[in-house]
């Protein structure tokens, strides 16, 4: 611990925003770090605890608060404060194979559970992650690194998301030959297409993409496993399958209406706005444009916010954001006490961008939509909202989330983006290896373990939890590589 009262000298500092009226202008990421001395203090209020509950991982009343990867945080915070950056990049990346992504998009765990937070403000460990990984990159430590021995045995890799990407990068260096399977255009999955630019830079997908390909790993894009190649040939071709295709079937709506024009899938909307950005093409209009349209959407989490700042950047006339849950309250309530997650209400840069543009806040709680209006063309022109209330269900016992009677009420809505969640892994997959999947469309295996019921094919990521975190897709990938490479080799040294 270099400085035992750094917590005690120093306030928090998170890294820095352009406004949300100048940010809207374009899709370039927003966050501007801080220099390098005033990073290292706030490194300093790391407290080196007895107990660092950051690094746990804890599951406590239903949620998990600490970090999924347990990285080492105390050890690279004190290494950040003494200048030792290139210790504080190798502790990093012991743990996390892409603290560049992590650094960008993970909602902190880690912070959740910090001891500081107890009474104070907690480190920033999700800024001081990202500052140490970027000054890696920008200083050189962070280059291709090919193996130096190769074990000859092959692994197909099905999907490029975060899990997969993972997977793949510890096979890699473990020595096993990877191919990696991407039916998009490009690889990143997630990565690449479910997060738009503002919050995940393209560039940072792509910078790690080519190192990888410099380490020997394969990537075969435009390739939908189950379709352009069977699972047999796949199967025929390779000592150990890894199925990493995400929980990629968005839900959807069955209410009057759902067929009329200008009902889309969260999904679809960002990732054709991402690929005309990428494809040069968005000055041309080649997207699902909410330009001038009054925008509903449905869904209030990390995507549904994510189709708020892209809609108010395409030029939306009104964004509206349906919640079926109550508000939560701004501060922790009773019986959510440190170290558990903070079930907290959390304003994020989507909803900063409404209320700057639009004068408020674009969530309405407790409120779904009854019914979809069209015009003689077939065009959605209005929606019938109707508000919810928590009742009992009678034969569950759970509560559920109900429409009040007479409160139904109807606003103008061009566009409705479906943004309510995901069912599960694609079945054209799931078929044509015959994995077995549970209740909820998700790969089966062991608690714990990540072999399916098919001899030397495996599952992680979405695709065998469900819809979750970047940070906690990593982590399952970095599990099944190394339950995959003990099976190959019968031991494995990874960590």
């Not at 071709?237 to 890894?242: G, L, N, P």
């Not at 700057?356 to 065009?379: C, H, M, S, W």
């Not at 078929?431 to 019921?453: I, P, Q, Y």
């Amino acid at each position: 611990m270099g400085k035992p009262t750094g917590f005690l000298e120093f306030e928090r500092v998170t890294n820095t925003q352009v406004s949300p009226e100048r940010r809207i202008r374009s899709f370039d990421e927003f966050k501007a770090p801080l220099d390098l001395e005033k990073r290292r203090q706030q490194a300093s209020r790391c407290m080196n605890c007895g107990v660092p509950f950051c690094q746990s991982a804890m599951k406590l009343n239903g949620m998990v608060s600490g970090c999924p990867l347990h990285n080492l945080i105390p050890e690279w915070n004190d290494e950040l404060y003494c200048g030792n950056y290139e210790h504080a990049l190798g502790r990093l990346l012991k743990t996390n194979n892409f603290p560049e992504f992590t650094g960008r998009v993970c909602p902190a765990l880690c912070e959740a559970a910090c001891t500081c937070g107890l009474n104070d403000s907690p480190v920033t460990v999700h800024d001081n992650e990202l500052a140490i990984v970027e000054y890696g990159f920008a200083n050189g430590y962070i280059k291709p690194e090919p193996p130096k021995l190769r074990t000859n045995k092959k692994v197909a890799v099905i999907g490029s998301g975060p899990s997969g990407l993972a997977c793949a990068d510890m096979l890699n260096k473990r020595g096993h030959c990877v191919t990696v399977f991407e039916r998009s255009d490009r690889a990143g999955g997630l990565l690449m297409y479910g997060i738009p630019n503002m919050k995940l830079d393209k560039n940072v997908v792509m910078r790690r993409i080519r190192i990888m390909e410099k380490e020997g790993i394969e990537f075969r894009t435009n390739c939908n496993v189950g379709i352009d190649i069977t699972a047999d040939e796949i199967l025929r071709e390779f000592d150990a399958v890894i199925l990493c295709c995400g929980a990629s079937r968005p839900r959807d709506l069955n209410i009057e209406g759902r067929e009329l024009n200008g009902i889309h899938f969260a999904v679809d909307f960002l990732r054709s706005t991402t690929k005309a950005l990428l494809d040069k093409e968005y000055e041309l209009g080649n997207y699902i444009s909410a330009k001038d349209k009054n925008v509903i959407i449905i869904g209030g989490g990390d995507t549904g916010n994510d189709c708020v700042g892209t809609s108010i950047r395409h030029g939306c006339k009104s964004v509206t954001q349906l919640e079926m849950m109550p508000k939560l309250p701004d501060k922790r309530a009773k019986g959510n006490e440190w170290p558990q997650y903070p079930r907290v209400c959390k304003t994020d840069y989507g909803q900063q961008e409404a209320a700057a543009v639009f004068g408020k806040d674009p969530r309405v709680y407790q409120t779904t939509v009854k019914k979809l209006i069209g015009d003689e063309n077939g065009d959605l022109k209005a929606a019938q909202l109707v508000k919810l209330e928590a009742k009992k269900d009678e034969n569950t016992g759970r509560m559920i989330m109900t429409p009040v009677e007479g409160s139904e009420y109807t606003v103008d809505a061009d566009m409705l983006l479906i943004a309510a969640g995901f069912t599960g892994s694609e079945e054209y997959v799931t078929s044509a290896f015959g994995v077995d999947t549970d209740s909820r469309s998700n790969v089966s295996t062991e608690e714990g373990k990540h072999l399916t019921n098919v001899p030397k094919v495996f599952a992680a990521g979405d695709m065998r939890r469900g819809q979750s975190l970047v940070v906690w897709a990593i982590s399952e990938g970095r599990a099944a590589a190394k339950e995959a490479d003990e099976f190959l080799m019968r031991y494995t040294n990874m960590i």
